[in-house]
Antibody, heavy 121, light 107 residues
Framework: QVQLVESGGGVVQPGGSLRLSCTASGFIFSSYGMHWVRQAPGKGLEWVAFIRYDGNNKYYADSVKGRFTLSRDNYKNTLYLQMNSLRPEDTAVYYC??????????????WGQGTLVTVSS | AIRLTQSPSSLSASVGDRVTITCRASQGITSALAWYQQKPGKAPNLLIYDASTLESGVPSRFSGSGSGTDFTLTISSLQPEDFATYYCQHFYSYPRTFGQGTKLEIK
């Protein structure tokens, strides 16, 4: 069965950096695009970033563009989110999610359990 | 960016009730819309994709409809496990925005 396990969250000071990982199993990781979605405490879901199955195409939310970088290692079945210049408003649970293709596009079908990032001095 | 507006933001209902949640897109998105259910402390769970296709394993009391800019999620007969927060998300273009969520509470 599909499993996505995030790690790397923690407490970091404003301006600091953190790298999140998402380890995948139960599907052919190298065949699927992957996303990060975050959720601030008590708030709704915010889409963060996407990377194509081969790593050659990426999209970012305006709120993280230029600060966050998405990458993947298809040999290790692992997705990474490098977060630099962190701000208090980046505090959230970060979820990785797998996408699936349909007639109308590519939607998120499986999600990890999330990892909490807290940006605070 | 395409904006998704859900209504209502919160809803109180009883077991057995029929409830409908709406999601309106700021521009046409064909049928590129998904619905998710999220319970406290848990990851979102896919219910519906392509606006009206029920995900495998999801109870048939859930249904979706709509295309273009107006979409609905209907729960035909609420069960105790359905009390949660529901989100719509489009997958028509980037950025992939979500609606603000609808919290469904027990009356």
């Amino acid at each position: 069965q599909v499993q996505l396990v995030e790690s790397g969250g923690g407490v970091v000071q404003p301006g600091g950096s953190l790298r999140l990982s998402c380890t995948a199993s139960g599907f052919i990781f190298s065949s699927y695009g992957m996303h990060w979605v975050r959720q601030a405490p008590g708030k709704g879901l915010e889409w963060v970033a996407f990377i194509r199955y081969d790593g050659n195409n990426k999209y970012y939310a305006d709120s993280v563009k230029g600060r966050f970088t998405l990458s993947r290692d298809n040999y290790k079945n692992t997705l990474y989110l490098q977060m630099n210049s962190l701000r208090p408003e980046d505090t959230a649970v970060y979820y990785c999610a797998k996408e699936r293709s349909s007639r109308y596009g590519d939607f998120l079908d499986y999600w990890g359990q999330g990892t909490l990032v807290t940006v605070s001095s | 960016a395409i904006r998704l507006t859900q209504s209502p933001s919160s809803l109180s209902a009883s077991v057995g009730d029929r409830v409908t949640i709406t999601c309106r897109a700021s521009q046409g998105i064909t049928s590129a819309l998904a619905w998710y259910q999220q319970k406290p402390g848990k990851a979102p769970n896919l219910l519906i994709y392509d606006a009206s296709t029920l995900e495998s394993g999801v109870p048939s009391r859930f249904s979706g409809s709509g295309s273009g800019t107006d979409f609905t999620l209907t729960i035909s007969s609420l069960q105790p496990e359905d009390f949660a927060t529901y989100y719509c998300q489009h997958f028509y273009s980037y950025p992939r925005t979500f609606g603000q969520g609808t919290k469904l509470e027990i009356k």
